[in-house]
């Protein structure tokens, strides 16, 4: 059929252009990459990222079951009956070698990993001892309620009081006073996605199927973070990288 332009163009192009929509690339000052080298990823927008690993939760005040249950247990339920326990600790009374194996056990045991990457000896091995000390893994693909104020009260001491908190896509943000987001009274829980400061100089995000979070910033922010009590985690170097669904930190 003609086009109002007085071009040709037929009816299955015309449908075609228009129901497709594609998305513009996302702001990378407010997203996680899903794979590949993370510095390389914010070049230009981060001078420095820091993997920041979501700890290991035990129930204090509350019973396994009812942990595990999970009904009705807000963020702030979380913060009041459970303790964080270190990657460190884990490795440990696990007798496993290191984070990276404890990271391929973790992602085994969610079927995240391709099966020729898999290591179902690691998983159960860690598995059979988390139980064995009733301790639950980390979160996956969300921020863990066991270290958001920490994170939270980082970025406030870097003189921020407001954070963005964006979708993965980056496609829609809400702004929101940072005192408001801090569990045990926080009025609005923080999901998986990705906060930022209003000025872009912080971005703090959530990898999906991973059991860590990426804080970016510069060196000098990066490197305070590394010393703020109560987080875990690491620098990224120029060869850390990301991969989706097969295989998570190559440090």
């Known amino acids: 059929m003609a086009s109002p332009l007085g071009c040709s163009m037929n009816s299955v192009d ?5 129901t497709e929509r594609v998305l513009p690339e996302p702001d990378r000052y407010a997203v ?24 290991f939760i035990r129930p204090v ?26 990657w460190n600790d884990v490795q440990e009374f696990a007798g496993l070698l290191s984070w990276a194996e404890i990271d391929v056990a973790l992602k085994t045991s969610i079927g995240a990993m391709l099966r020729e990457y898999s ?23 969300n921020f863990p309620e066991l270290t958001q104020g920490q994170v939270l009260a980082f970025i406030q001491s870097l003189g921020h009081e407001w954070l ?3 979708d993965e896509h980056c496609t829609e943000r809400k702004l929101h ?23 872009k100089s912080v971005l ?16 000098e922010n990066v490197d305070r973070l590394s010393r703020w009590p ?22």
């Open 119 to 141: 290591r179902r000896d690691l998983s159960e091995k860690l598995m059979t001892s988390l139980k064995s000390h009733q301790i639950f893994p980390p979160v996956e693909g």
């Open 204 to 219: 703090w995000t959530v990898h999906w199927d991973s059991h860590f979070s990426l804080f970016c910033s510069t060196r």
């Open 32 to 55: 996680c990459p899903l794979d590949g080298n993370i510095l390389s990823f914010y070049d230009g927008v981060f001078e420095a990222a820091y993997v920041l690993l979501n700890p």
């Open 164 to 166: 963005w908190l964006g």
């Open 177 to 199: 006073w940072i005192e408001d987001l801090k569990p045990p009274m926080a009025t609005t829980d923080l999901i998986r996605s990705s906060v930022f400061t209003p000025d």
């Open 14 to 18: 015309y449908s075609r252009h228009m």
């Open 230 to 251: 109560g987080l875990e985690g690491f620098p990224c170097t120029q060869d850390t990288e990301v991969f989706w669904s097969w295989d998570c930190l190559v440090t």
């Open 61 to 86: 005040s509350i019973s396994a079951d009812r942990y595990v249950d999970g009904v009705d247990l807000s963020p702030s339920d979380i913060v009041r009956s459970c303790e964080a326990v270190s």
